[in-house]
């Protein structure tokens, strides 16, 4: 590693991952300075009593063109999840399946009451149209917010309510479908094209997938970034570094923070884990809280779906609440247990808070005209880049496409 780097990238989330990656592809040293004690930003795993602890409710679909690039997927093990969701209303589970990616299920599927028929027909051509249409086309086009979308596309408002606004609710931390119509459509259309999965060491294993082949000292842990005065970084404590280029691959806020931008807005969310003896469902699904009552978003065992994550004879269960809500731990938690033993009786009461983890910064708010450009420049100006999923879209594959884009303009810069 060289003491004189020709780029320092701050931050060590997937964006600057990748950012590095194709700097080290090209033989460009560089240096990643990081502020917390490891690697991977908001994708990161813990391990607490055997458990492993996505930092909140996190997915990777297998679909995502910038991910199969740079990502060797069998070696993450990942484990999907069965192609479909239950949803709490009406005072039962309802269930909906996918029957294009589940065999044998069509008469299931088209005899399910989770929806009408026209319903299911309205979802059968829409995948279909989007399965035709590139990922670049989809954000050229015209936007409107999610909900506008689903109303023009006919569907119910029973369908809209009881699925489509947990469902991208969990996904785009928006529980009143006001997100770009754009992201409804990106998701959709790689949520038909792939699996939703999980590595089964825990979503932390992408970055580490990402940095197994850095050079040592490539990446500086517990480094905070205080400023960028023109083209020079001052660290905490008033270490001053410079180098050929410099690329802000911190979040959003952070990021505008240092190079002079509009803080963007952000979506937050919380998530709680816990831990049970006995699994209150028995397929790798994902649920929703169809009826809107209570604090519950969406909710999984992640033990189904990839059973390293929780110990021999324990099962773990993932519980998102939208936004950061004021109450404590032990009464945010125990509002949850109370829903939960409405859905699956008094087996919930038993259930363990493992830990709690409060996002304020999880994703970039996406409303319509914010993805316009649908990649925002990452030349900021001569020698300083920019990347992070607030520069494409938010996503991992918005996270690393940015990180490669903002490479790719170092190394043309450079190469001048």
Wanted: proline share 6%; net charge positive; hydrophobic share 40%.
């Amino acid at each position: 590693m060289s003491s004189s780097p020709d780029v320092l990238i701050v931050g060590a989330g997937l964006a600057g991952l990748c950012c590095a990656r194709e700097l080290q592809a090209k033989g460009i040293s560089f240096q990643i300075l990081e502020a917390s004690d490891g690697i991977g930003g908001r994708v990161r795993t813990d391990k607490v009593d055997g458990f492993l602890l996505d930092r909140g409710f996190q997915v990777l679909l297998t679909a995502y063109p910038e991910a199969r690039r740079c990502l060797d997927y069998p070696r993450l093990e990942l484990k999907a999840f069965l192609p479909g969701v239950f949803s709490w209303y009406g005072g039962r589970m309802n269930k909906l399946v996918d029957p294009w990616r589940t065999p044998g299920v069509w008469m299931e599927a088209l005899q399910s009451q989770f929806g009408t028929l026209a319903d299911k027909l309205r979802i059968a051509r829409l995948r279909s149209r989007l399965r035709r249409t590139s990922v670049q086309d989809i954000f050229r086009r015209p936007e409107r917010s999610t909900k506008q979308a689903l109303t023009a596309e006919g569907f119910s408002t029973e369908m809209i309510h009881h699925f489509f606004r947990p469902f991208l609710g969990g996904i785009l931390l928006d529980g009143e479908l006001k997100s770009s119509s754009r992201m409804f459509d990106f998701v959709l259309k790689m949520m038909s094209e792939g699996d939703t999965s999980l590595p089964a060491r825990g979503m932390g294993a992408i970055p580490a997938q990402l940095a197994e082949e850095f050079p040592g000292g490539a990446v500086r842990l517990n480094t905070r970034v205080e400023a960028l005065h023109e083209n020079e970084l001052t660290l905490a404590g008033g270490e001053r570094l410079r180098a050929r280029a410099t690329v802000i691959a911190a979040d959003g806020p952070s990021a505008a923070h240092l190079v002079g931008e509009v803080e963007p807005a952000s979506r937050s969310v919380t998530c709680f884990y816990f831990s049970a003896e006995e699994a209150p469902v028995a397929e790798p699904i994902l649920l929703l809280n169809g009826d809107g009552a209570g604090p519950i978003n969406n909710f999984a065992v992640l033990s189904r779906i990839a059973p390293t994550y929780a110990p021999a004879s324990k099962h773990l269960v993932s519980v998102s609440v939208l936004g950061i809500h004021q109450l404590t731990d032990a009464q945010l938690g125990g509002f949850i247990i109370a829903q939960m033993k409405n859905l699956f009786g008094k087996a919930a009461s038993a259930w363990q808070l493992l830990r709690s983890y409060r996002i304020t910064h999880a994703q970039p708010q996406q409303y319509p005209g914010a993805l316009e450009p649908p990649q925002r420049p990452v030349r900021i100006r001569p020698g300083v880049y920019a990347c992070g999923d607030h520069r494409d879209n938010a996503s991992i594959n918005g996270a690393m496409a940015s990180g490669r884009r903002a490479a790719e303009a170092v190394l043309s810069d450079l190469q001048r």
